[in-house]
Every structure is written in structure tokens, then in C-alpha cells.
Antibody, heavy 117, light 110 residues
Framework: QVQLVESGGGVVQPGRSLRLSCAAS????????MHWVRQAPGKGLEWVTL????????YYADSVKGRFTISRDNSKNTLYLEMNNLRAEDTAVYYC??????????WGQGTLVTVSS | QSVLTQPPSASGTPGQRVTISCSGS????????VNWYQQLPGTAPKLLIY???QRPSGVPDRFSASKSGTSASLAFSGLQSEDEADYYC???????????FGGGTKLTVL
């Protein structure tokens, strides 16, 4: 069955960096677009970024453009999110989600990122 | 402020029919398919409806959805207590070149 397992979350000071990972299994990772979606505490879902199946296309929300970078390693079935210059408003649970024809058709359990001094 | 507008809350009694709306613009709902996601308390979201009205396997047929112009709606026929959750619409926005979610609707079963 499809499994998406996020890791790398934690507490980080404003202005610092953090890298999240999403380990995928149970499907053909190299054929799937992949997203990061976040949810601030008590708030709704916010789409963050999308990478195409081969890494050739990347899209970002305006709120993270220039600070976050999405990447993938299809040989390791792993998705990454490099987050730089973190701000308090980046505090959220970060989910990875896959897309093979149907957007966000499976989600991971999420990893919490807290930006605080 | 979300690009897609949903009512913050909705409610109904068991067995009742309830609908949740999602309003957008020609840049998003008007030109792209709408998907709906269910988020039960303390869990990750789950795909409920895709391509405006299609149910993934395993989703009961008491969930239905439609799209007209720049609006979409999700309907529950025969509300059940286990339907109590947050519901989100989502679609691609051509102006933003990105995905947008509605603000979410908290459904309460009275």
C-alpha cells in the first residue's frame, strides 16, 4: 500500500534553515508529481510547492518563493523540502502528498516545524 | 484570506442532507477541476472527491459533488456521525500558477 513518511521537523530559530524529507513506498515514485502542503496550528491547509515526476518543473506559493526549494531523488524514492530564512509564520505541520493523475491522492502523516526563538 | 471561499461551519442531524459550497473565480474553479478533501480530527487529509464529482474507490456514494461556473459544492445525503470533520475544496489557479485550497468548513453532526 502507499506510504509517505515525512521527517526532519523540529524547533528552529527564525532566520535558520531546515530540510524535510518524505520517504515514499508502495507506488512508482518516479512517475508521480509530489507536493508539500502545510497546516498552521488550528488553521486550514496551504499548498506550498509541487515538483513534477522528473524534477523538471517546480511551482511555489508566493509565501515561500525564494526561501523554500523542493527537490527529489528518484533513486531513493525520497522527496525533500529545503527551507531557508524561516519565519514564525512558517510554523506548521508539513505534509507531503502524491499526484498520479489525481492531485493529493495520498498524504503522509505530517511533520511539525516550529519556528521560535 | 483564501482564494476559494467556503463557509467556516456547517451542521446537520443524522440522516439529514447537507451541502458545503466553494466559491472561486474564472482563474481557478471556472477553468479547472475541483477536488474535495476530508480531514478527520487529528489526522492527515484524505481525498474525498476528484475531477469535480468523481469518488475514489472506498468513498461511500452518500458523498457527492458538483461544479457550476465558478462555484462547486459538496453534498452529504444521509449525514452520519463519522462525517464530523473539516472539509476543503482545492483547485489549480491559472493566475497564481499554483494550487489553492478553500479555508475549510467544519462540519458538525448534531
Amino acid at each position: 500500500q502507499v506510504q509517505l513518511v515525512e521527517s526532519g521537523g523540529g524547533v528552529v530559530q527564525p532566520g535558520r534553515s531546515l530540510r524535510l524529507s518524505c520517504a515514499a513506498s508502495g507506488f512508482t515514485f518516479s512517475s508521480s508529481g509530489m507536493h508539500w502542503v502545510r497546516q498552521a496550528p488550528g488553521k486550514g491547509l496551504e499548498w506550498v510547492t509541487l515538483i513534477s515526476y522528473d524534477g523538471g518543473k517546480k511551482y511555489y506559493a508566493d509565501s515561500v518563493k525564494g526561501r523554500f526549494t523542493i527537490s527529489r531523488d528518484n533513486s531513493k524514492n525520497t522527496l525533500y523540502l529545503e527551507m531557508n530564512n524561516l519565519r514564525a509564520e512558517d510554523t506548521a505541520v508539513y505534509y507531503c502528498a502524491k499526484e498520479i493523475g489525481t492531485p493529493f491522492d495520498s498524504w503522509g502523516q505530517g511533520t511539525l516545524v516550529t519556528v521560535s526563538s | 484570506q483564501s482564494v476559494l471561499t467556503q463557509p467556516p461551519s456547517a451542521s446537520g442531524t443524522p440522516g439529514q442532507r447537507v451541502t458545503i459550497s466553494c466559491s472561486g473565480s474564472s482563474a481557478n474553479i471556472g477553468g479547472n477541476s475541483v477536488n474535495w478533501y476530508q480531514q478527520l480530527p487529528g489526522t492527515a487529509p484524505k481525498l474525498l472527491i476528484y475531477s469535480n464529482s468523481q469518488r475514489p474507490s472506498g468513498v461511500p456514494d452518500r458523498f457527492s459533488a458538483s461544479k457550476s461556473g465558478t462555484s462547486a459544492s459538496l453534498a452529504f445525503s444521509g449525514l452520519q456521525s463519522e462525517d464530523e470533520a473539516d472539509y476543503y475544496c482545492a483547485t489549480w489557479d491559472d493566475s497564481l500558477s499554483g494550487w489553492v485550497f478553500g479555508g475549510g468548513t467544519k462540519l458538525t453532526v448534531l
